[in-house]
């Protein structure tokens, strides 16, 4: 009994959710995302630049700090990855997997393309060793070309 009660919670807070995201789904895969997201130089003051090579013009909504997700657009305004900034604390503790495939989801996509695991030390904005965990809905190929800033 409590079982059913909990999923038909679930159930409508889900859909009520997807009410308010069916209406950002296309306004994300083109840069600038909606508000809250801002460009992250603008939420870190300046602290990165624009456009980072690997990751591409990244948006955060700043109260997701540090974690995210961050939506990552190429040089086109095409978004390309979604990341997210797990601390190693973190790691083993929470199901970011499962967050990061209901973001995308919400984000209007049931896919992604593959997986990049990235550790990282502290940098602007994450003052902990970390792990970059970037769903990327381009191929390996298409995503090279943006590491290597070209576009494509």
Known sequence: MRR?????IGILVLAALGLGVAQ???SVRKAPPPKPYVNVSE?????LPNFIP???TLYVDPSKLPEGPFLAYDKQ???IKVVFMVPMEKLGKEKYVDIGTAT????GYTRFDHVNLIPSGPHPGV????VHI??????VDEERKLLEGEPY
């Not at 939420?43 to 602290?47: D, F, N, P, T």
């Not at 995308?104 to 984000?107: E, K």
Request: hydrophobic share 50%.
């Open 127 to 130: 003052d902990k060793p970390h």
């Open 24 to 26: 950002m789904v296309g």
């Open 77 to 79: 305004g095409k978004l």
């Open 104 to 107: 995308l989801r919400a984000l």
């Open 4 to 8: 059913g009660k909990l999923l038909g």
């Open 54 to 56: 690997g990751l591409g």
């Open 43 to 47: 939420a870190l003051k300046g602290a």
């Open 134 to 139: 970037e769903l990327v809905l381009v191929s």
